[in-house]
């Protein structure tokens, strides 16, 4: 019987996530765990979770022992626009959390460890259109800079250990069930409850940016989808591209008015948009769709009615 724990599970992909795999294995059997943010409702009552900072080694694997782990996933991390705030956190969350982990996870002998990476890996030298598997990687964040290591950190104990370790580098993920997080991509998730609230959003990036995105169910998808993957047939292991859909802000605006006609949008671009400016418009993902079956189900204009019923639900209810 499997035994997960969900490391970050507070967390905007963590706090969802945990709630699919509690279906999916039983609620006693996906523990969640959080540095200090409490998390949702559903998340507590529906299994165990344990308030723990994955820094604290002891804490960590007292936890393993304690539900008699087989399978780490490690969500937590300190995304790219909090991290440039605190490079000195996102270092400790993003490595020192992660290299205990994976000593963790090779001591016990776990059946796997998933780490998920992001789009923030690339950097200058990256080709902007549709960047390959393999290329140039040099982030100019603190935090694309771990998810670099923490790649290659995850591949070499596959090498040296025989320790399955997986990893997947996540676009931009949308969602309405949880606010924005500290990420650059975040304003592709706020101008969805901005645009309910308020009919206008100011949006920190131009309106020709264009990222890689992905709505949060086929994020999950993504990630289960390689959780359960055979691992004799994966060729690359903790770097995965994985693509869904990618758009300038602007047509998400003039997707968001086919529903919201009044919407208005503005423009006044900060710090973050240098970090948008030197990751790529879209991905490569054939290594994924060839090595397991990796498909999306979203496009833009799907998401975009999805977002907009649910967020109006929430504020009608004033749960935002």
């Known amino acids: 019987m499997e035994k997960i724990l969900v490391v970050g599970a507070a967390g905007q992909i963590g706090s969802e996530f945990i709630l699919t795999l509690r279906k999916m294995y039983g609620n006693d059997n996906v523990i969640g765990t959080g540095r200090k943010t409490a998390p949702s409702e559903a998340v507590l009552k529906t299994g165990p979770f344990e308030f723990f900072n994955a820094v604290n080694r002891e804490d960590l694997y007292n936890c393993c022992k304690k539900y008699d782990i087989n399978i780490i996933v490690y969500m937590a991390a300190i995304l790219s626009a909090t991290g440039e705030q605190n490079p000195m956190l996102a270092w ?13 996870a090779r001591e016990m002998k776990m059946k796997q460890v998933l780490v998920p990476s992001s789009i923030a890996v690339f950097g200058p030298g990256t080709p902007l259109d549709r960047a390959p598997q393999e290329t140039v990687l040099k982030p100019t964040t603190m935090y694309g800079l ?26 931009g993920i949308i969602s309405y069930e949880t606010l924005p997080g500290g990420g650059t991509t975040d304003y592709a998730v706020a101008i ?3 645009a309910i609230k308020n009919k206008k959003y100011t949006c920190f990036v131009k309106e020709d940016t264009r990222l890689p995105m992905m709505y949060m169910p086929d994020c999950i998808k993504a990630t289960i989808d390689l959780m359960q993957a055979d691992f004799s047939k994966l060729k690359h292991h ?37 970090i948008a400016d030197s990751w790529p418009n879209d991905v490569d993902d054939t290594a994924a769709r060839q090595e397991w079956g990796w498909s999306p189900k979203y496009d833009l204009d799907a998401m975009t009615k999805d977002m907009l019923e649910n967020i109006k639900i929430k504020y009608e209810k004033g749960l935002i």
């Open 92 to 104: 400790d969350v993003n490595m020192n959390g992660l290299i205990n982990v994976l000593e963790i």
């Open 238 to 274: 903790c770097d995965f591209n994985v693509g869904a859909m990618s758009f300038t802000v602007k047509e998400i605006a003039d997707s968001i008015k086919k529903y919201i006609p009044e919407f208005e949008i503005s423009y006044a671009p900060d710090f973050r948009q240098a």
């Open 192 to 194: 969805y409850f901005e």
């Open 146 to 171: 771990t998810k670099v290591a923490g790649e290659l950190l995850g591949d070499y104990y596959v090498r040296k250990y025989g320790l399955d370790v997986r990893g997947l580098r996540y676009p």
